[in-house]
Each structure stands twice: as C-alpha cells, then as structure tokens.
C-alpha cells in the first residue's frame, strides 16, 4: 500500500493490528504532496514504530524522471538516522523478501 495517505490514523492503527503489512513510500515521496507535509505523515509513521515496515519502491513506471525526486523525499528527511534511510531504501526490502546474508551480500557485491 501507498503509505495509506491521506489516512495517517488509520494506517498506523491496519500497521499495528496488522504486523506482516507494510507500506511503500515511493508514490507519496516525489512530490504528489508538498515535500514538508510528505516528511510530517513520514515522522508519524516513523513515531508510531513503523520504521522497519516501511520501504521505498520507484513506483514511476510513467514517469521514471521521478524516482530521483522520491528518493530525494526520503534522503532529505531531517529526522531519518542513516540506519534509518538505508532500512527504507534497502534492509527492510531484503528482510521482507527473507533474502539470506548471503545473497545480500551477493547484491551488494561482495563475496
């Protein structure tokens, strides 16, 4: 699902109930809505203790000129540790596809 937005209450409380559900934020990160509201509903979900569900997917098969704007959304992010940005970008991807340390390591080139 797209982050749920517009609907903060609610996703966090599917995302509590709902442990295995995650939620991408690839369609709300490049500029569908205004860059400090995309970083508020961001914080809330990341203050709800939804960091390790959350991932980022281009999502911009139509507009692939975007998918640096979305990552930007994300990296610009003032209250995101690094650890943070690489568990969106990457970790929390790889942990829900249960890739093995092995192949993440394949993928990030090392052997």
């Known amino acids: 699902m797209h982050a749920g937005y ?3 209450g ?3 409380a599917l995302m509590h109930v709902y442990p295995t559900v995650h939620a991408d934020l690839g369609a709300i990160s490049w500029g569908a809505i205004p860059r400090a509201e995309f970083h508020r509903y961001l914080e809330a979900l990341m ?11 281009s999502d911009q098969t139509y507009w692939p000129e975007l998918i640096e704007r979305s990552i930007e959304g994300i990296r610009s992010a ?13 970790d929390n991807a790889a ?7 092995d192949e993440v390591a394949r993928r990030h080139g090392a052997r």
Not at 47 to 57: N, S, V
Not at 95 to 101: A, E, I, P, V
């Open 95 to 101: 942990r829900f596809l249960r890739l093995s340390t």
């Open 6 to 8: 517009p609907y903060l």
């Open 47 to 57: 203050t709800a203790g939804l960091g390790e569900r959350l991932m980022f997917g």
């Open 78 to 90: 003032p209250f995101l540790s690094d650890r943070q940005k690489r568990d969106i970008f990457y």
């Open 10 to 12: 609610q996703t966090i």
